[in-house]
T-cell receptor
Framework: GENVEQHPSTLSVQEGDSAVIKCTYSDSASNYFPWYKQELGKRPQLIIDIRSNVGEKKDQRIAVTLNKTAKHFSLHITETQPEDSAVYFCAASNNQFYFGTGTSLTVIP | EAGVVQSPRYKIIEKKQPVAFWCNPISGHNTLYWYLQNLGQGPELLIRYENEEAVDDSQLPKDRFSAERLKGVDSTLKIQPAELGDSAVYLC???????????FGAGSRLTVL
């Protein structure tokens, strides 16, 4: 089955700086890669996703890049704000969703 | 649109007692998932339904866990008997198909004493 690894497990940045979270996957059949944000005690919420036929996607301060050859994808958050503080999960999917172990992001005001 | 609805939100039981969780997916979503989430961890799949058929239940501990989705809409996840290690959040999610956007419910937090 698919194996998704996510790094780092914790990340602290100063407000206004950028944050990058990286994930690798093992199954070349995976073709959909979403990112979820989960605030304490709340449900995971989709923030951005990318499909295997696209190399990069951007939505305001959030961007995701995908390297199919190397089987890795990354989340980039620019101009971070305190409200970006949360746990972020990556996932890889081919009919089945496999999640990374999460990155706890803290944005320091 | 109501989103994915789960109940109860919180449940506290003593070990060896039974417990059941209910999920109503987004209208029209044919795929339904039950995930287990331990504190500080990512969601782990328990079972996936395509309509009323369980297409992947390989991670479901079948000695004590059971699930059903009789009419291909809402679903129930049961644990009997519960053990201390079952304390976790049980998340339900749904999508139009396996490769489309996955929407989570708010989860059911189980505490086993």
């Amino acid at each position: 089955g698919e194996n998704v690894e996510q790094h780092p497990s914790t990340l602290s940045v100063q407000e206004g700086d950028s944050a990058v979270i990286k994930c690798t996957y093992s199954d070349s059949a995976s073709n959909y890669f979403p990112w979820y944000k989960q605030e304490l005690g709340k449900r995971p919420q989709l923030i951005i996703d990318i499909r295997s036929n696209v190399g990069e996607k951007k939505d305001q301060r959030i961007a995701v890049t995908l390297n199919k050859t190397a089987k890795h994808f990354s989340l980039h958050i620019t101009e971070t704000q305190p409200e970006d503080s949360a746990v972020y999960f990556c996932a890889a999917s081919n009919n089945q969703f496999y999640f990374g172990t999460g990155t706890s992001l803290t944005v320091i005001p | 649109e109501a989103g994915v609805v789960q109940s109860p939100r919180y449940k506290i039981i003593e070990k060896k007692q039974p417990v059941a969780f209910w999920c109503n997916p987004i209208s029209g979503h044919n795929t339904l998932y039950w995930y287990l989430q331990n504190l500080g961890q990512g969601p782990e799949l328990l079972i996936r339904y395509e309509n009323e058929e369980a297409v992947d239940d390989s991670q479901l501990p079948k000695d004590r866990f059971s699930a059903e989705r009789l009419k291909g809409v809402d679903s129930t996840l049961k644990i009997q008997p519960a053990e201390l290690g079952d304390s976790a959040v049980y998340l339900c999610a749904s999508s139009f198909s396996g490769a489309n956007v996955l929407t989570f419910g708010a989860g059911s937090r189980l505490t086993v004493l």
